[in-house]
Each structure stands twice: as structure tokens, then as C-alpha cells.
């Protein structure tokens, strides 16, 4: 089975840019969330989201948004990129009905650095 | 508001030694879950362990352990016979439900060493 897709594994943006991120859960897993990790620090949730509405949005500004489109896949997007967008971005999938992992399974991220 | 304190940025053990990370939460919820991850380099959070609060035994998956003390609001992660794979960091996570919302709180990790 495939596990958590993220796309790109890394990219490279210049202040003021908008960038987009990409995620696909687990095959059956209706949940994603998107936590975004600084150097040196625990991930950070930023967004929730279940059957395509958003259930959880964490501390960050309005130039961070997300969707989740009708095949559970997930986007990212931020706006206006600064200096300290610069990250580690991570995408969960959530399986309620899946104990593997107690439901949660992490991509292994996109690495996002803002010059 | 939830806050998970992992107070050792960085440990040195000896390889085949046992070795023990420690997290402390705060929350007010009843119903909550704790989680351990590791995390190499390549960024990946890997699940180690899960302990949910309602649990009346001490969570075990392999060499992994988790001491769960729920009236002094702890949960470490003891890994028995310590290998150099181990080495990467180690996050203490809480999982918070609302209503089907959650999220995962973090604390600020321990980077872990085995030495040979």
C-alpha cells in the first residue's frame, strides 16, 4: 500500500512568492492535517481537514491556506512568502477507522526554503 | 491551552544501554493521547508508541516503552538495549479531540546520540 505522498520533497522561493504543497493520504483515510516544523523546533499544527471542510486551523496568518478536494487529497498554499516561512512542512493522514499507527502516518515532508 | 515539556535537548548513551526521554503535558481534557516519534534526518516522523489517557497499562511496541504516570502528567519513552540506529531526535506529542477536530501538540524534542 502507498503510504503519505508529499510533493515537492524540496523547493526553493524567493520572498513575496506564493507557493503551493501537495499531499495524498493514505488510500480510505477521509483526514489530513499540515504542521510545519522550523529548524531546531517541534512541528506546529497549521490546518485540519475531514471530508473536504476544515475542522482545525492552528495560530498562523491568513496567508496560509489549505484545501482538501473530493479525492482526500490535500493542498497548502502560502502567500507572500517571508524568511521565516522558510521549513519543514509535514502532512499527516488520518484514519479513523485504521489502527495502523494509532491513525496517524506523517509524509516525510517538503523542505521549503524562502531566500 | 496544552503544552508538552521535553526538558533534555540532547542525550549521550552507550550502545546496548537502556536509555529513558522525558515528556511532561498539561491539560485540562479528560480524553487525550500521547505519542512518541522519531525523527531522523531525512525528516520523516516515524511512530514509535501511543498512550491514550484512559489506558490503564503502560504502553510497549518492541523495545519501546512508556511510562505513564497520569497524576504527575508524565509519559516518558524508555528504549530498552539502546542501538546506533537510535540515534535521531525524539518528539513527545498530545493529541487533542474536539468534536472530530484534533491536532497533535508537540514539545521541542531530544536529540538522542549512541555512542559505540
Known amino acids: 500500500d502507498a503510504g503519505v505522498t508529499q510533493s515537492p520533497t524540496h523547493l526553493i522561493k524567493t520572498r513575496g512568492q506564493h507557493v503551493t504543497l501537495r499531499c495524498s493520504p493514505i488510500?480510505?483515510?477521509?483526514?489530513v492535517s499540515w504542521y510545519q516544523q522550523v529548524l531546531g523546533q517541534g512541528p506546529q499544527f497549521i490546518f485540519q481537514y475531514y471530508e473536504k471542510e476544515e475542522r482545525g486551523r492552528g495560530n498562523f496568518p491568513d496567508r496560509f491556506s489549505a484545501r482538501q478536494f473530493p479525492n482526500y487529497s490535500s493542498e497548502l498554499n502560502v502567500n507572500a512568502l517571508l524568511l521565516g516561512d522558510s521549513a519543514l512542512y509535514l502532512c499527516a493522514s488520518i484514519g479513523y477507522q485504521d489502527g495502523t499507527n494509532y491513525g496517524y502516518t506523517f509524509g516525510s515532508g517538503t523542505r521549503l526554503t524562502v531566500v | 491551552a496544552q503544552k508538552i515539556t521535553q526538558t533534555q535537548p540532547g542525550m549521550f548513551v552507550q550502545e546496548k544501554e537502556a536509555v529513558t526521554l522525558d515528556c511532561t503535558y498539561d491539560?485540562?481534557?479528560?480524553?487525550?493521547?500521547l505519542f512518541w516519534y522519531k525523527q531522523p534526518s531525512s525528516g520523516e516522523m516515524i511512530f514509535l508508541i501511543y498512550q491514550g489517557s484512559y489506558d490503564e497499562q503502560n504502553a510497549t511496541e518492541g523495545r519501546y516503552s512508556l511510562n505513564f504516570q497520569k497524576a504527575r502528567k508524565s509519559a516518558n519513552l524508555v528504549i530498552s538495549a539502546s542501538q546506533l540506529g537510535d540515534s535521531a531526535m525524539y518528539f513527545c506529542a498530545m493529541r487533542e479531540f474536539n468534536f472530530g477536530n484534533e491536532k497533535l501538540t508537540f514539545g521541542t524534542g531530544t536529540r538522542l546520540t549512541i555512542i559505540p
Open positions: 491539560t485540562s481534557d479528560q480524553s487525550y493521547g
Open positions: 488510500s480510505g483515510h477521509k483526514s
